[in-house]
């Protein structure tokens, strides 16, 4: 049985990866320092609290137990946030990564699977975005996504490190049994954000009407946060294989608007939900799709959850339960 170290298993992706590596049959230590994740949400494993730029604690983790490949999920994530603190995501995206990878290579673990984003694309040049799209990020959040990735590449030429880097598209939706989902204080995702004004009874913004859009809302590709993980599980059984380093985009290659997201929640937790325009934010696509036949075609990664009710509906459940 394989031990599998996920760093940030107490968060929203991170929790359900951990769910379904313990479904698979690994053994898992979760480390997190909670500063973002929630202990409620691991499900099982081995739980290290602490931060993953703490040589001491990764030494003492490394020599415990017998890793065979490292998930990386620790990252800030609050695109606006980046661009008012530069420095606190350089700090914990990059720096602390490359304690991390310090760690690895003293204990002689080779495989690395991280958590990228779409957002390491910038502004697309062209719709559905392919991973041969140059990458110009437009804030310190992708520019940190993209070092690493960058970093990774420069190890694996270095020193043999093997590591797959998995550009996120929009994660959505919850865990089927409702027992974990996505608990972000402050909330900065669509889909929470209108289910929890269905519950409240509370309206939605939309920012901005006028985009070259077929409703004039923007348009993002949505895959939900199950589908995700079997991706990193495909992954890790590459690896496990021989396979050498790669990045894939992950994401459904089809996109939803703002008003279609909050119409499906109108009939999915059927209430009303009313949606108030507002300006558009600075930086905003109008569109961001992914073209994931890479991975399809790799890796055989197949979405179980591709319409963007069964999304919805997952979610809702698990935000119904938290009131």
């Given at each position: 049985m394989?031990?599998?170290?996920?760093?940030?298993?107490?968060?929203?992706?991170?929790?359900?990866?951990v769910?379904?590596?313990?479904?698979?049959?690994?053994?898992?230590?979760?480390?997190?320092?909670?500063?973002?994740?929630?202990?409620?949400?691991?499900?099982?494993?081995?739980?290290?609290?602490?931060?993953?730029?703490d040589?001491?604690l990764?030494?003492?983790?490394?020599?415990?137990?017998?890793?065979?490949?490292?998930?990386?999920?620790?990252?800030?994530?609050?695109?606006?946030?980046?661009m008012?603190?530069?420095?606190?995501?350089?700090?914990?995206?990059?720096?602390?990564?490359?304690?991390?990878?310090?760690?690895?290579?003293?204990?002689?673990?080779?495989?690395?699977i991280?958590?990228?984003?779409?957002?390491?694309?910038?502004?697309?040049?062209?719709?559905?975005?392919?991973?041969?799209?140059?990458?110009?990020?437009?804030?310190?959040?992708?520019?940190?996504?993209?070092s690493?990735?960058?970093?990774?590449?420069?190890?694996?030429?270095?020193?043999?490190?093997?590591?797959?880097?998995?550009?996120?598209?929009?994660?959505?939706?919850?865990?089927?049994?409702?027992?974990?989902?996505?608990?972000?204080?402050?909330?900065?995702?669509?889909?929470?954000?209108?289910?929890?004004?269905?519950?409240?009874?509370?309206?939605?913004?939309?920012?901005?009407?006028?985009?070259?859009?077929?409703?004039?809302?923007?348009?993002?590709?949505?895959?939900?946060?199950?589908?995700?993980?079997?991706?990193?599980?495909?992954?890790?059984?590459?690896?496990?294989?021989?396979?050498?380093?790669?990045?894939?985009?992950?994401?459904?290659?089809?996109?939803?608007?703002?008003?279609?997201?909050?119409?499906?929640?109108?009939?999915?937790?059927?209430?009303?939900?009313?949606?108030?325009?507002c300006d558009?934010?600075?930086?905003?696509?109008?569109?961001l799709?992914?073209?994931?036949?890479?991975?399809?075609?790799?890796?055989?990664?197949?979405?179980k959850?591709?319409?963007?009710d069964?999304?919805?509906?997952?979610?809702?459940?698990?935000?119904?339960?938290?009131?």
């Open positions: 394989e031990t599998i170290l996920v760093v940030g298993g107490a968060g929203y992706i991170g929790s359900h990866m769910k379904l590596l313990l479904d698979e049959g690994y053994a898992v230590v979760v480390l997190d320092d909670l500063s973002t994740g929630h202990r409620r949400l691991v499900t099982g494993g081995v739980f290290v609290q602490g931060n993953l730029g040589a001491e990764l030494d003492c983790v490394f020599s415990t137990h017998k890793i065979f490949a490292v998930m990386h999920f620790a990252a800030f994530s609050l695109v606006g946030e980046s008012q603190v530069p420095l606190k995501y350089y700090r914990n995206n990059v720096s602390e990564t490359v304690a991390l990878l310090e760690a690895m290579q003293r204990h002689g673990v080779e495989r690395f991280f958590s990228s984003t779409a957002a390491v694309y910038g502004e697309p040049e062209h719709v559905p975005i392919t991973e041969a799209h140059p990458c110009r990020p437009t804030n310190p959040y992708g520019n940190t996504k993209l690493i990735e960058r970093m990774l590449a420069d190890c694996g030429r270095a020193n043999g490190l093997r590591a797959i880097c998995l550009r996120y598209f929009n994660a959505a939706g919850a865990d089927p049994s409702g027992s974990i989902g996505e608990a972000h204080d402050p909330e900065s995702h669509l889909i929470p954000l209108v289910l929890k004004a269905a519950l409240a009874g509370a309206s939605v913004k939309i920012f901005g009407t006028d985009y070259a859009t077929p409703d004039g809302t923007c348009l993002r590709d949505y895959v939900h946060v199950c589908d995700l993980a079997r991706a990193h599980l495909l992954a890790l059984e590459a690896l496990g294989d021989g396979c050498g380093s790669d990045v894939f985009n992950l994401g459904n290659s089809v996109g939803h608007s703002v008003r279609q997201v909050i119409e499906t929640a109108c009939r999915v937790t059927g209430r009303d939900i009313v949606a108030v325009a558009r934010r600075p930086g905003d696509p109008a569109a799709v992914a073209d994931s036949d890479k991975i399809r075609a790799t890796l055989g990664w197949k979405p959850y591709e319409s963007l069964a999304m919805i509906d997952s979610a809702w459940r698990w935000h119904a339960r938290q009131g």
